[in-house]
């Protein structure tokens, strides 16, 4: 098919350029194509020798398109195929599109379709309903998500996000913790840490281990505004204005 020739050039080359004329490719596909599974099963084939699989390539491109500013187009045609087939891993992946087009509600209706919901569609589920301020459900929904997959550190971060919406400060200080426990020394995970450290719900001694963390971000990122500011205010409220 002209999309499977598509997706021949991007696995060959860069994806960038030829995005444009894979979303269109795809989108002729699905609007043409009769049968998922033994598409599935001649595409899985024709990639054989590449060193990504069709599932991943697709996943590439459904980002790529996304932020090249074809979200809409790759939604449309996400939605279209998933509606044709009811295949989870084409609802989940119309539901990011959504997520990031700030279609929430979209996003939600997607991944409520999804028979078999893992970590990965409850955190994209739990982030839409974040965005439609639903926050209880979203804890819920996150609280699931870590359940499934304990060592998944966006699941955490996204359910400590969660927690901070709703004024809940030491349980977002325990999601963080455990999402420093997978993902040791992340810079993102540090920074969240040390703003929610100022909050007096947090004693000096974990603010001092906030800091900590912080420190060696801080140094890589000197530039970073938010950064600066939230470990200068750190350092006033764990005494160490003298390591500054």
Known sequence: TKFASALSIACAEELGSNVPEVVESLRIYVATSQTFADDYYMFQELFAGCDVNFHDLVSDLVCTATHSGLGPEMFRVLR????????????????FVALNLGRNDLCVELCGRIDEANCEVLTLMGQAYLGIQRIDVAIRVLTDAVRLSAKDPFAWFQLARAY?????IVECWNALQSCDQVIAGNAEVALFRGMIALSPEIDPARAEAAYRQLYPAFLKNLAHEEMITTMLRLALKVDAPDKL
Not at 80 to 95: E, R, T, V
Not at 164 to 168: E, K, T, Y
């Open 80 to 95: 279209s195929w998933g509606d044709k087939y009811h295949h989870g891993a084409i609802h989940f992946l119309a539901a």
């Open 164 to 168: 901070f919406a709703s004024d809940n």
